[in-house]
């Protein structure tokens, strides 16, 4: 049976915690009843839920941050979880380091929202950041320290897409063709080719097994990435896919297969030693040099950008071109690509006009004549 007394001017309350154990709480000096009768119901709701934890024994949001992140650690990748502990170490250790996990509540969170604004962290950087809040805020759940997650609740900050507005280098057929030509050795020349054609991701290509390539279809499945020295499987099912490959392609691939070094990884582009091929190698010894040559100013992914805006030029379907590209929804491709679009599609009006009045209906020639009565 819970109780409020007062003692020394001070409320205390008495109560049995979700264990049995007796605890006294002694609430801060010009706390009023109602006060105290609102804090003893939030504690009796929390007993009731198992998730009730002592004051003392609430441990810093920053110790439960770092319990989540390695808890993490073996899930994700090394990229990921640099980035995760950057946005823990810059931006909400420093903020909440002085608060137990209990205490970081729906306010607590707005205040450190417009405290972001308020330092110019950009929007997109704010939306990861509040993505892993919510993410550390749910383990505290799990672990039974509070009992919901306020970033679940708040307004997400509105901005700019991710890729609104953001110059995309495009390289164009005859740019394509002049790379090509820069790059002597077939191994390489087979590796840009594929990017510009089928739009892997440089991890994917480099993490590409001939066990991979259906000739039969013409397609590559994509079921791995090779990135900071290991083998990952995609990051999500839309990444795990299979990819349409144009015929000069396949049979680049057919030509390169017989010149391909035996190795026992199955690799269709080893390293000299027959293991994967380091992508730093690969760009500064080899990319590099030629695009220098060619006389172009492009990264290895704008191979990727340029495959996917020769589809929207030809006029694909866009839900076929997030698929092969991978994206895990539409919205990327149309945020990113969408500005490629055509504004003025005039065979498309010309097309729904022949769909409606094919039959020959005389709904628009026609006119009545008025009939006076």
């Known amino acids: ?7 020394n001017d001070r409320y205390v309350i008495d109560f049995y915690d979700n264990q049995g154990k007796r605890q006294r709480q002694t609430l801060k000096k010009g706390t009023t009843l109602k006060d105290a009768k609102k804090i003893l119901r939030d504690i009796e709701d929390k007993i009731d839920k198992g998730v009730y934890v002592t004051p003392k024994k609430m441990p810093l949001f920053s110790k439960v941050a770092d319990s989540w992140l390695k808890a993490k650690r073996p899930n994700i990748r090394h990229s990921t979880y640099k980035q995760y502990k950057g946005h823990l ?16 509540n729906y306010d607590k969170v707005e205040k450190f929202m417009s405290h972001c604004l308020d330092n110019d962290i950009h929007i997109l950087t704010l939306k990861k950041i509040l993505i892993n809040l919510g993410a550390i805020m749910i ?3 799990r672990k039974r320290y509070i009992d919901y997650n306020p970033v679940r609740d708040m307004e997400k900050p509105k901005g700019q897409s991710e890729h609104k507005d953001k110059e995309l280098n495009i390289v164009t057929p005859a740019e394509i063709l002049t790379l090509l030509d820069a790059e002597p050795d077939f191994k390489h020349k087979t590796l ?19 066990s991979d390539l259906d000739l039969f279809n013409s397609q590559i499945h994509v079921k791995r990435t ?40 199955d690799l269709v582009f080893p390293n000299e030693t027959g293991g994967p091929m380091s992508s730093l190698n690969m760009y500064n010894r080899k990319f590099l040099p030629a695009i220098k040559k060619a006389g172009l100013q492009i990264r290895f992914h704008d191979l990727r950008h340029t495959w996917i805006s020769l589809l929207i030029d030809q006029g ?5 071109i997030q698929n092969q590209a991978g994206h895990a929804s539409i919205k990327t491709t149309i945020d990113t690509y969408g500005h490629l679009m055509k504004d003025i599609n005039k065979e498309a009006a010309s097309r729904l006009g022949e769909a409606i009045f094919a039959t020959g209906h005389n709904l628009v020639t026609s006119t009545k004549k008025e009939v006076t009565v």
Not at 89 to 104: A, C, D, R, W
Not at 192 to 210: C, D, I, N, P, S
């Open 192 to 210: 840009y080719m594929a990017a510009v054609t089928t739009g892997l991701r440089q991890g994917e290509l480099l993490g590409l097994k001939w």
């Open 139 to 141: 383990y505290a759940v």
């Open 226 to 265: 090779y990135n900071h020295f290991r083998f990952y499987e995609p990051k999500t099912k839309r990444s795990r896919r299979k990819v349409d490959v144009p015929p000069q392609m396949m049979k680049q691939f057919k030509t390169w297969k017989l010149a391909c070094p035996a190795n026992d990884l």
């Open 316 to 320: 694909e379907n866009i839900k076929y």
């Open 89 to 104: 170490k810059n931006h909400l250790k420093p903020y909440f380091e002085n608060y137990k996990i209990g205490q970081v």
């Open 1 to 7: 049976m819970a109780c409020i007394t007062k003692r």
